[in-house]
């Protein structure tokens, strides 16, 4: 039996092929229609009409040419970058945005890294606050008003429900806005690290950056940590915290860091995994000064590295000044 179909060359091409077909089926289309092969993370939300605008303009300017989306589970890209990426992050991504190209960091854990103003400088005048940052300014993004017919045209391609309210409301938005809010939602279904000891690295300082916050904190800080990290805060037995200066990397810790590391002390910080002094040094506030005391002094510190970024050629100056009291 085996034998003759064999000899029949036609016969045989067409068994062969529905065999591989059925098997192809079976083993590679019918998986893919199954649910299993299209996960959610619980945590995840649709974009809302701004960040979907701002995704649009992240296209556009092909950011993802000099960015990834997308933590390899890698010990040394953890590390880095936080929890590595999960399939199920990406379930309204059309079309992806992982890249394959990282002149800049991964982008995938940005959300909620920084405050707003932070990123409105940073995409304005990247050397303002980074200055060796090879990323173009982004600044005239500010004069561009969004469009709400486009948007609504890509919005309904995704097919992705917003209301006529919502696109309409883009009209008073620009690139701009839009750009800072989809960012701001990078890897927000993936819960943060939290670490021993209790403290969020995540949490968002309720103060943010209020007048009254930032007056409140630079009187707790004068108190308790001008003495071990200078008047302005840039630096003397403890490290500076001004811009790339903070940590000797570029950028800045977390709201959430900076409270631990206060609450908490040196343990803590090595706890976190952040380089700096070896010896330790930093005294844990925790039981002296309450929460909202230190969530002030971070809206203090926040300001200093804000200023200082924005007014390079003031540097020089206040160090002259603080000099002079000492
Ligand atoms: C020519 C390459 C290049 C392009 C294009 C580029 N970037 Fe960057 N980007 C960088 C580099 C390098 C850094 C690191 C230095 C810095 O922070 O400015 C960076 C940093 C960043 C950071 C801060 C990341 C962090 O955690 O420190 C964000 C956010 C960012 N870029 C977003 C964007 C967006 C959005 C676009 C598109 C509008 C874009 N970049 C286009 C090179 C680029
Ligand atoms: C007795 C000196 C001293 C005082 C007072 C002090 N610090 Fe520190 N601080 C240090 C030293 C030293 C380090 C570096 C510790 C290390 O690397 O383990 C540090 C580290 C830090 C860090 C982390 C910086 C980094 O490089 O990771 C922060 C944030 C910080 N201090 C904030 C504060 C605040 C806010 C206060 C006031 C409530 C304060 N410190 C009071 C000495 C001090």
Redesign the pocket.
Known sequence: MAGKIYSKPIVFTLAVTVAVLAGSIVMMAYPMMRPEMHPKLENLRPFTALQLAGRDVYQREGCVNCHTQTVRPLRTEVMRYGEYSKAGEFAYDRPFLWGSKRTGPDLAREGGKRPDAWHLAHYANPQVVVPRSNMPAYGWMKANKLDPASVKAHMDALGLPYTAQQIAELATRTEMDALIAYTQQLGHAVEKKKMAGGFDLAAVNPFGSSPQAIAAGAV??AQ??A???GDEGHGG???S?IAKK??EQPGYGTDGE?FA??AGG?DV??AIG?P??AD????P?GAQ?PPDGIWR?VSF?RAQQLHEGSEQPGVEKREHETGGKH
Do not use: A, N, Q, T
């Open positions: 707790l800080y308790s940590c003495v071990c990290h037995i403890g490290p915290f903070f940590l900076y590391i206060i040196s910080k090595k952040r700096g002094l330790g040094g930093m005294e506030f000064i002094i510190i």
